[in-house]
Every structure is written in structure tokens, then in C-alpha cells.
């Protein structure tokens, strides 16, 4: 299974592990390390979901 990874630099999006400007990609996933976008709400929303999962809501 391919997973699309995004690049750190130029917000590119790409299957490889490495750019096509040669910086590092990161998975693309939402609720993991994304360095300088609107991390606030996602924070947010991964709390709740991480409550949800383990049935405190
Ligand atoms: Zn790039």
C-alpha cells in the first residue's frame, strides 16, 4: 500500500520519501506532526477523537 507523503518545504505532495526539490516528505497524516499550519484545531480534534476512542465521552 502506497502512502502519499507530503514535503516539508515546498508542501508538495509525493509518494516518495524524498522531494522532488530534495527535502524530506512526511506521511500525510492530519493528526500527526505538521509543522507550522493550523495545528490548534487539529490538536483539538485528535484529543477528542483520542477520548472517543477510549470511551470517555
Ligand atoms: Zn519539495
Do not use: F, Q, W
Not at 36 to 48: I, P, Q, S, V
Request: net charge positive.
Amino acid at each position: 500500500m502506497k502512502h502519499i507523503h507530503r514535503c516539508n518545504k515546498c508542501d508538495k505532495y509525493t509518494m516518495g520519501e524524498v522531494c522532488d526539490c530534495g527535502a524530506k516528505t512526511n506521511t500525510s497524516k492530519p493528526l500527526k506532526y505538521s509543522p507550522n499550519d493550523n495545528l490548534g484545531a487539529y490538536r483539538r480534534k485528535a484529543k477528542l477523537e483520542e477520548y472517543g476512542r477510549r470511551g470517555l465521552i
